[in-house]
């Protein structure tokens, strides 16, 4: 079971790592565009702001978002109570998120595949572009990645019910990959341990 859940880590954090190179290519974008509307630049070359560049910067921004959620979620780094949480044993922890899983998760992420489906279908239909510029710059295939990203969320999200549910039998959670870590999760990490061995200690 455990290499399934890893091997859901594993497609999540390589979508999520793939992806992740847009921020490159908005900072080029972003870097490009400043730099041909500042002054020197525009009074020796006559160049004028693009009328791309907003919506350029937000496709890239919001492809970012989309497809490095799973990623996240992978690495159990999206936002929480933390104050709370890093106190409750491991079998709380768990029977807490499993709770928010099936109650909010699942359907949230059911509704945002079913409209996220029909937004794309809607926009692919008339070939949608942004009204935002004259430029006229394609938006249906950022709608494309809406119910793409929402159904590999939701595939992680299965493997973190799996481990909610592992970790409700054993009193322990099971591992997961990990990357570099900020202070703050790796102190509320070293309190999990603590907390299991504590657990293990009383059998």
Request: proline share 4%; aromatic share 12%.
């Amino acid at each position: 079971m455990n290499a399934f859940l890893l091997t859901i880590d594993k497609i999540s954090a390589g979508i999520g790592k793939t992806f992740g190179w847009t921020i490159i290519i908005l900072m080029l974008g972003a870097s490009y565009e400043v730099f041909v509307s500042s002054g020197p630049v525009r009074a020796v070359t006559g160049s004028v702001p693009t009328t791309w560049g907003y919506d350029f910067s937000y496709i890239m921004y919001g492809t970012l978002l989309l497809m490095t959620g799973a990623y996240t979620l992978s690495r159990n780094g999206h936002v929480r109570g933390d104050f709370l949480y890093r106190n409750w044993r491991p079998r709380m922890q768990a029977g807490m998120d499993l709770a928010i899983y099936i109650v909010g998760f699942v359907p949230a992420i059911l509704a945002l595949i079913y409209a996220g489906w029909q937004f794309a279908d809607s926009s692919w239909q008339y070939k949608e572009k942004s009204i935002f510029s004259p430029a006229g710059v394609p938006v249906y295939t950022l709608k494309t990645l809406i119910p793409i990203a929402a159904g590999l969320l939701l595939i992680q999200g299965v493997a973190e019910m799996l481990r909610c549910i592992i970790c409700l039998k054993t009193g322990a959670w099971p591992q997961r990959l990990a990357d570099i870590e900020e202070l703050e999760t790796a102190i509320m990490h070293e309190q999990q341990q603590k907390q299991e061995a504590e657990a293990k200690a009383r059998g």
